[in-house]
């Protein structure tokens, strides 16, 4: 998981765009099967300024880049993620 991501999600929370029972299932989920979280480095910022990503959200380009820097695959449900091509992803 992205370290940009655990930001991500906590917005999302203060916004009421997803429940305290979907952000807490989230980090609960993370403790019980051990995602590892990937801090943010100097390529996957690099990367994340690409310009054949389509994203225009920097914590969408962030997160491609860091799937993209260490060959993983999202579940994500962002059509433009999975229009680009870039990641292979689930949901």
């Given at each position: ?5 655990l930001?991500?999600v906590s917005?999302?929370?203060?916004k009421?765009?997803?429940s ?21 480095t ?50």
């Open positions: 998981m992205a370290d940009i991501s930001l991500e917005l999302l929370l203060e009421s765009r997803i305290a029972h979907v952000f807490t299932a989230v980090f609960l989920e993370r403790r019980i099967v051990g995602i590892e979280v990937l801090p943010l100097v390529e996957i910022a690099a990367g994340a300024a690409r310009p054949s990503l389509p994203q225009a959200e920097l914590f969408d380009c962030l997160i491609v880049s860091t799937a993209i820097e260490h060959q993983l695959v999202l579940i994500a449900r962002d059509r433009a993620i999975t229009a680009s091509g870039l990641v292979g992803t689930l949901w």
